[in-house]
């Protein structure tokens, strides 16, 4: 087909919809405390989406305790025995992620 000026093209739209997969971001690094005695909290940074939750665990994962908070800051206290850390995010309708796994390990208080 022709017009005045040349040759008429025809362009195809073409529609791209990106899906942004979930990232659980990272949590920072296993720690030592002394048992019962200490207050402090683990950061999720770089995540993508929205904390779903956290896990807990006292065998590395084997067998796991949901904690139901959705923010990106969990405070830890009270820990009588060495526990694993990590959170759970999800971006939209994508899978969940799960963040890296952090080790608190509790160390018995020193007599006197």
């Known amino acids: 087909m022709y017009s005045v000026g040349g ?9 791209t919809i990106l899906v942004q997969e979930s990232d659980a971001g990272i949590l920072g690094n296993d720690t030592t405390v002394c048992s019962g005695v200490f ?5 999720l940074v770089g995540y993508s989406g929205l904390v779903m ?21 969990l405070p830890i206290s009270g820990l009588t025995e060495t526990t694993s850390f990590r959170a759970i995010v999800q ?11 952090v080790t608190v390990t509790v160390l018995e208080m020193p007599s006197a």
């Open 7 to 15: 040759p008429v093209t025809r362009t195809d739209s073409i529609r």
């Open 91 to 101: 971006d939209g309708s994508c899978e969940p992620d799960t963040s890296n796994m």
């Open 53 to 73: 939750g956290w896990e807990s665990s006292t065998d590395g994962f084997i067998s796991s305790t949901s904690i139901a908070d959705p923010n990106p800051v």
């Open 39 to 43: 207050n402090f909290q683990l950061d």
